[in-house]
């Protein structure tokens, strides 16, 4: 079975993650391109600090969209989460300062420290992704995640964020208790809205991008992995949370995996591999595994890129 359908009209956003270095990059680009030379326009965002799609593309890419192919409607972005937070000051600054200094004398600063917070950079960065698949400027965005652990925090961080956001609202007035029975009764200084509906709206956006990342027709997620115990155990782990977020992976992608085996070594790692692919296959039924084979060439230019994509695609 191919790896994904490269017509399907719903599909807006992939998501394609696993552990450094087992190919992420190599594959978002791959399918990315595979896409783009299906006539639809595509953009392949990078969020991983490594910068990695100029180096594959032998092109500097940078943070803002570029078309990366004469030939093909595919563009590129590398977003760092300097200018993730950036723009999250943009968007939540004023409203947070508003929430706070109604009750508090704070500097702006303090929207820096609310800033820090764990969980507001992957938010944003979600929110930021899906602003631009709603856009409606590209047909379909692919997403090189940063590697695992990162995705996986990301993934629940919309309530993390919500929380934080209170938690950080009440701790600064200091009014935990007192919080819940004003919340909707104090009118912000110079505002039209309430607390409740700042913070309402705070939520609403949380749940939108939740509502986004579960639709399983629009988001879907590749998992990239060696057929090593190492990669299965990563598997293993992306799998759990992800279902226990309830989300479903549909595509496995084994790379590295060794094809011919003429000697002693080569032979000896195919043996192992075998046995960690049979894990993988015997424990994830349900879900489509795509092998892609360890190339004796470094992946690099679009000539390189479209010989995987094509090896993602066959049969
Ligand atoms: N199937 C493959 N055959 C040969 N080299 C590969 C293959 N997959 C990945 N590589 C190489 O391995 C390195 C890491 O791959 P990359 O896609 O950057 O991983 P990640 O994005 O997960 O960190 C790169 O140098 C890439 O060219
Ligand atoms: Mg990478």
């Given at each position: ?13 992939l998501?394609?993650g696993?552990?450094g ?12 391109l595979?896409f783009a ?6 953009l ?8 990695s799609?100029?180096?594959i593309?032998e ?5 803002r ?6 030939e ?9 989460s ?7 000051k943009e968007?939540f ?7 706070i ?10 929207v ?5 917070a764990p ?12 602003e631009l ?6 047909d ?11 995705t996986?925090?990301?993934?629940q961080l ?7 956001m ?7 007035m ?7 029975k004003?919340?909707d009764?104090v ?8 607390l409740?509906e ?15 990342i579960?639709?399983?027709?629009k988001?879907?997620y590749?998992?990239?992995t060696i057929?090593?115990?190492?990669g ?6 992306v ?11 549909e595509?496995?992608i084994?790379?590295?995996v060794?094809?011919?085996?003429d ?6 790692r195919?043996k ?7 894990m993988?296959?015997?424990r994830?039924?349900?879900i ?9 060439d470094?992946?690099k ?15």
């Amino acid at each position: 079975m191919g790896l994904i359908n490269l017509t399907d009209k719903d599909l807006k956003l992939l998501m394609v993650g696993g552990k450094g270095g087992v190919g992420k990059t190599t594959c978002a680009s791959s399918i990315a391109l595979k896409f783009a030379m299906e006539g639809k326009k595509v953009l392949l965002i990078s969020s991983d600090p490594t910068p990695s799609l100029s180096d594959i593309f032998e092109i500097t890419i940078g943070d803002r969209e570029k078309k990366i192919s004469n030939e093909y409607e595919l563009y590129g972005l590398e977003i760092s989460s300097d200018i993730v937070l950036a723009r999250w000051k943009e968007r939540f600054g004023p409203e947070i300062y508003e929430v706070i200094s109604s009750f508090a004398k704070v500097d702006y600063d303090f929207v820096d420290y609310v800033g820090t917070a764990p969980g507001i950079e992957e938010e944003y960065m979600l929110n930021f992704i899906i602003e631009l698949v709603e856009g409606g400027k590209y047909d379909i965005v692919v997403w090189d995640t940063a590697p695992a652990g990162h995705t996986l925090r990301l993934l629940q961080l919309p309530h993390l964020f919500l929380r934080h956001m209170e938690a950080a609202t009440k701790f600064y007035m200091g009014i935990y208790d007192y919080f819940e029975k004003i919340k909707d009764a104090v009118r912000l200084r110079g505002s039209k809205r309430t607390l409740l509906e700042i913070i309402s709206s705070w939520e609403a956006l949380s749940e939108k991008i939740v509502h986004f990342i579960r639709d399983r027709n629009k988001t879907k997620y590749i998992i990239v992995t060696i057929p090593e115990a190492l990669g299965v155990r990563l598997t293993d782990r992306v799998i759990k949370e992800f279902s226990e977020n309830n989300l479903l992976v549909e595509n496995i992608i084994i790379n590295h995996v060794v094809k011919d085996a003429d000697c002693e070594f080569h032979m000896k790692r195919k043996k192992m591999q075998e046995y960690y692919m049979d894990m993988l296959e015997n424990r994830y039924r349900d879900i489509n595994m795509v092998t892609l084979y360890l190339s004796a060439d470094e992946i690099k230019g679009v000539e390189k890129i479209k010989m995987v994509g094509g090896l993602l695609f066959s049969d």
